[in-house]
Nanobody, 115 residues
Framework: QVQLVESGGGLVQAGGSLRLSCVASGIIFGINYVGWYRQAPGTQQRELVAGLDSGERADYADSVEGRFTISRDNAKNMLYLQMNSLKPEDTAIYYC????????WGQGTQVTVSS
């Protein structure tokens, strides 16, 4: 059974930093595309924040480029998102996801940035 569990969310002031973690079980992170997504309050859509392919090539949403960094520890089967210079508009539930071909999602962790 595949399970992804996020942690590290919380309340932070604008300009602050947080580091999100995602631990996977039942699947090997290193061979799949992995990504962090977020769903802002009052919206239905989850947007891609940062993604990492099996060749360690990263891509970022324009809104977080230069502020967020995605990384992976294959030995620990962990995925991270370092978030710096946080803004109120970064407030959202953040999810980690692996796949395709088969997509698996974590349960999400809340990030709230106060102004």
């Amino acid at each position: 059974q595949v399970q992804l569990v996020e942690s590290g969310g919380g309340l932070v002031q604008a300009g602050g930093s947080l580091r999100l973690s995602c631990v996977a079980s039942g699947i090997i992170f290193g061979i799949n595309y992995v990504g962090w997504y977020r769903q802002a309050p009052g919206t239905q859509q989850r947007e891609l924040v940062a993604g990492l392919d099996s060749g360690e090539r990263a891509d970022y949403a324009d809104s977080v480029e230069g502020r967020f960094t995605i990384s992976r520890d294959n030995a620990k089967n962990m995925l991270y998102l370092q978030m710096n210079s946080l803004k109120p508009e970064d407030t959202a539930i953040y999810y980690c996801k692996t796949g395709p071909p088969q997509n698996y999602w974590g349960q999400g962790t809340q990030v709230t940035v106060s102004s």
